[in-house]
């Protein structure tokens, strides 16, 4: 089983940054699709941020620009460097790993709240 731990999270003002790690285990890292998703209160998960093998990335309309995801394959870590946080940032965000023939995994989640 693929196994994906996040962390972290944290208290931070509105202009601020954090920094968030997942590391993978379990499985052959190089070939997986990552992302990151969020989840706030009473609302769905939505796409943050994606990175295919190769780098290409993708992401959510109300974070690009200040969201950067990257990767590194050698220690099975994907991040999210997010940057002038907003208060409607705040939200459970979740790490996701999409194996080559559908199969899709979640980490627990770690919470990012921005408030002053």
């Known amino acids: 089983q693929v196994q994906l731990v996040e962390s972290g999270g944290g208290l931070v003002q509105p202009g601020g940054s954090l920094r968030l790690s997942c590391a993978a285990s379990?499985?052959?890292?190089?070939?997986?699709?990552m992302g990151w998703y969020r989840q706030g209160p009473g609302n769905e998960r939505d796409l943050v941020a994606r990175i295919i093998s190769d780098g290409t990335t993708n992401y959510g309309d109300f974070v690009k620009g200040r969201f950067t995801i990257s990767r590194d394959n050698t220690k099975g870590m994907v991040y999210l460097q997010m940057n002038s946080l907003k208060p409607e940032d705040t939200a459970i965000y979740y790490c996701s790993a999409a194996l080559p023939y559908g199969k899709n995994y979640w980490g627990q989640g770690t919470q990012v709240t921005v408030s002053s």
């Open positions: 379990g499985g052959i890292f190089t070939v997986y699709t």
